[in-house]
């Protein structure tokens, strides 16, 4: 039955008269219409809104709604809102939609969407807001979301069916500008992203638990730190596992932790999987309800500090026996600060030639040197106190007496040791390396047995030669302009070359005299022959593994676990396309924005249990045909865990057995 708008006004001028209301019975004698024709007109009124109905007894009671008008509530909604009838003519706009589509309702208004500027501003989105607005006058309610590439908007929208005032059928067509809120869930799943990878991979343990201690998540690196798997932790509170004379360290500190003071840095002891205690050191933080205050959350960094304790107190059983030492060493051993002696040992004492430590402490160190030496030593020591690094020099002290020390020839045979265990260090440093020292003119003044083999000479023929001698010229003179270098610039080369078909990794550094100046060459060369073969071996096996997989006629492709192509052949471009590295496998294959359920990609179960898996699908490829695949999927790389980090899928077209297997069944 088509309703007459005569009657429909005729029913709400009625009620507007009578604000107290109207039973059916008193409209239908007053309008002088049958009843179920009045029951109609009231259920459309209430249905668009305009009518409301209550209880009196066992009456009805019909009154018009005492709301706000429908165009007065749309117009100062925030969301973009659009009216529609059965033939998808546009009704209403509020004032935002008008002013995003850049329009008016003269030019909007009656208009077939089709014929609007939705067209080209919903862009690639249109035709899914045009075919669910077919669906809501259907009677199908959608709601989605819709991005609009072009302008960089992402709206959520809901598409509802409506009935006029008339009974007439329509769609209402609700828009709200969600960009900022999906990049801010962008941000925080790179942020939660970030956190899991830098979690799931840190040497660190984290950790998350609740103000009672219990555990919420842990990182892999319990497994390293406490012998523990993560799900072995997660529900169990931490004073489970702590040290019983620690547990009042953890009490306290969290007792401490407020919005003030909201982290802190402990040390404590807590219970290996195998029984013994280590060492760790958390940095602890509270995290606050920003409404309440509610403490919340406690976030944990903890580290295994067993080493560096056994480290301190290593060095603190050094300091005694250091302290000891030098108590007895036969060398002058004087601590100042500011210049202003602090300490000195028995031997300078009694170099100094004083009986009291107490004559000397206190005193300027600048005070027993000699008046010739003391700019030096001040330069030296500013230079100390600023972070460099002085070499030893050789100065003249005086006694508390004033006379003058000599120590010339401790000094001589000192300078002789030193030189001779640099000598030796770089002698035994590498005893299965060819080890020349040179003077600075070339002159071999050591030599290791490795060394005197390859030259083809016994060691003592060797020593007082030239170099050069027993070398080809060319060779001799490249060695001779490596040697000037490392004398000018005063630091060490490293080369690799190869001679007679043994290729050598050789390093070449200054041997430095007291004055700064070089005075010796040390060379050491390493046989890397077997090294380079390896490496050239190594390269020429990818290069033939490249081409293999790349001649391969299958589409092939490998991902990670978030399902980003990382790699493909060059067949699976021919059959996708030259751009789907870095895409989703399911926007690259299937032209989807959405993945598979977890528990139905296979690549995803690669990843859960390591098996191969097989099974076939449907793929669209890059001209837009739907083409049938065999694949099978498998782990192709793991790190240094076990775990997988990427799979290879090899997918084999069975499309036109498919198709003759379809018209065998038609048949």
């Given at each position: 039955m088509a309703l007459k708008r005569e009657i429909t006004a005729k029913i709400k001028e009625l009620l507007r008269e009578r604000p107290q209301g109207l039973s059916i019975t008193e409209i239908v004698r007053i309008i002088n219409i049958n009843r179920n024709t009045a029951g109609r007109y009231l259920e459309n009124l209430m249905v668009s809104g305009q009518v409301e109905m209550r209880h009196f007894g066992m009456a009805k009671i019909y009154r018009l709604a005492q709301r706000v008008p429908l165009s007065a509530m749309l117009s100062i909604s925030s969301e973009l809102i659009m009216l529609l009838d059965g033939s998808?003519?546009?009704?209403?706009?509020?004032?935002?939609?008008?002013?995003?589509?850049?329009?008016?309702?003269?030019?909007?208004?009656?208009?077939n969407i089709e014929y609007t500027p939705c067209v080209s501003v919903f862009d690639d989105a249109f035709d899914t807001l045009k075919k669910n607005m077919k669906g809501g006058l259907a009677g199908k309610e959608w709601s989605g979301e819709l991005s609009l590439k072009n302008k960089e908007i992402v709206f959520s929208c809901r598409i509802a069916p409506t009935v006029f005032e008339e009974g007439q059928r329509g769609v209402s067509v609700l828009l709200e500008d969600i960009t900022e809120w999906k990049r801010s869930e962008q941000r925080i799943q790179e942020s939660e992203r970030q956190f899991r990878l830098l979690a799931e991979n840190t040497l660190d343990m984290i950790d998350r638990h609740m103000p009672d201690g219990t555990c919420i998540y842990v990182s892999p690196a319990c497994k390293t730190t406490m012998g523990y798997d993560p799900e072995e932790l997660i529900g169990h509170t931490a004073f489970e596992v702590l040290h019983p004379d620690d547990v009042h360290i953890i009490a306290k500190y969290q007792s401490e932790l407020s919005r003030k003071t909201p982290s802190a840095r402990v040390t404590y002891r807590v219970r290996h999987k195998d029984g013994h205690y280590v060492w760790v050191e958390s940095v602890i933080r509270a995290?606050?309800?920003?409404?309440?205050?509610?403490?919340?959350?406690?976030?944990?960094?903890?580290?295994?500090?067993?080493?560096?304790?056994?480290?301190?107190?290593?060095?603190?059983?050094?300091?005694?026996?250091?302290?000891?030492?030098?108590?007895?060493?036969?060398?002058?051993?004087?601590?100042?600060?500011?210049?202003?002696?602090?300490?000195?040992?028995?031997?300078?004492?009694?170099?100094?030639?004083?009986?009291?430590?107490?004559?000397?402490?206190?005193?300027?160190?600048?005070?027993?040197?000699?008046?010739?030496?003391?700019?030096?030593?001040?330069?030296?020591?500013?230079?100390?106190?600023?972070?460099?690094?002085?070499?030893?020099?050789?100065?003249?002290?005086?006694?508390?007496?004033?006379?003058?020390?000599?120590?010339?020839?401790?000094?001589?045979?000192?300078?002789?040791?030193?030189?001779?265990?640099?000598?030796?260090?770089?002698?035994?440093?590498?005893?299965?390396?060819?080890?020349?020292?040179?003077?600075?003119?070339?002159?071999?003044?050591?030599?290791?047995?490795?060394?005197?083999?390859?030259?083809g000479k016994p060691k003592d023929g060797l020593i007082g030669i030239r170099a050069d001698d027993v070398l080809p010229e060319e060779i001799a003179k490249a060695r001779r302009s490596i040697i000037n270098q490392v004398i000018e610039k005063k630091s060490a080369i490293r080369f690799e070359d190869e001679r007679h078909g043994v290729w050598f990794d050789t390093v070449t550094y200054p041997i430095m005299s007291e004055t700064g100046e070089v005075n010796k060459i040390a060379i050491i060369a390493r046989d890397i022959t077997n090294r380079r073969r390896i490496e050239e071996a190594?390269?020429?096996?990818?290069?033939?593994?490249?081409?293999?997989?790349?001649?391969?006629?299958?589409?092939?492709?490998?991902?990670?676990?978030?399902?980003?192509?990382?790699?493909?052949?060059?067949?699976?471009?021919?059959?996708?396309?030259?751009?789907?590295?870095?895409?989703?496998?399911?926007?690259?294959?299937?032209?989807?924005?959405?993945?598979?359920?977890?528990?139905?990609?296979?690549?995803?179960?690669?990843?859960?249990?390591?098996?191969?898996?097989?099974?076939?699908?449907?793929?669209?490829?890059?001209?837009?045909?739907?083409?049938?695949?065999?694949?099978?999927?498998?782990?192709?790389?793991?790190?240094?865990?076990?775990?997988?980090?990427?799979?290879?899928?090899?997918?084999?077209?069975?499309?036109?057995?498919?198709?003759?297997?379809?018209?065998?069944?038609?048949?």
């Open positions: 998808l003519r546009v009704l209403y706009a509020n004032e935002p939609l008008l002013k995003f589509l850049e329009t008016t309702q003269n030019d909007l208004y009656g208009k995290i606050f309800d920003d409404k309440t205050g509610e403490f919340i959350e406690i976030y944990g960094v903890t580290r295994d500090i067993s080493r560096r304790k056994k480290a301190e107190d290593a060095l603190r059983e050094s300091e005694d026996r250091y302290r000891k030492l030098v108590e007895i060493s036969p060398d002058a051993v004087i601590l100042h600060r500011d210049g202003k002696i602090i300490y000195l040992n028995p031997t300078a004492l009694n170099l100094l030639g004083a009986l009291d430590p107490n004559e000397i402490i206190g005193n300027n160190v600048l005070d027993y040197i000699q008046p010739d030496f003391r700019d030096a030593v001040r330069i030296n020591i500013e230079k100390d106190l600023g972070g460099d690094i002085t070499p030893p020099m050789e100065l003249h002290m005086v006694r508390v007496d004033g006379k003058p020390i000599d120590i010339t020839e401790r000094k001589r045979t000192e300078k002789e040791l030193r030189e001779s265990e640099v000598t030796s260090r770089a002698l035994i440093n590498a005893p299965t390396d060819s080890v020349l020292l040179l003077d600075s003119k070339g002159i071999i003044l050591d030599i290791n047995e490795t060394a005197a083999r390859r030259f190594l390269r020429k096996s990818e290069e033939k593994l490249h081409a293999m997989l790349q001649s391969i006629t299958d589409p092939m492709n490998m991902m990670d676990e978030d399902l980003n192509i990382i790699w493909v052949n060059e067949t699976a471009k021919q059959y996708f396309g030259k751009d789907i590295v870095g895409r989703k496998c399911y926007e690259a294959f299937h032209q989807r924005q959405t993945p598979c359920e977890p528990y139905s990609c296979l690549a995803l179960k690669a990843f859960r249990d390591g098996k191969m898996h097989r099974h076939e699908t449907a793929m669209i490829d890059a001209h837009g045909q739907t083409r049938f695949f065999e694949c099978t999927t498998n782990v192709a790389l793991r790190d240094k865990s076990g775990k997988p980090v990427a799979v290879l899928e090899i997918s084999r077209d069975i499309t036109d057995r498919k198709r003759a297997e379809e018209a065998l069944r038609e048949r």
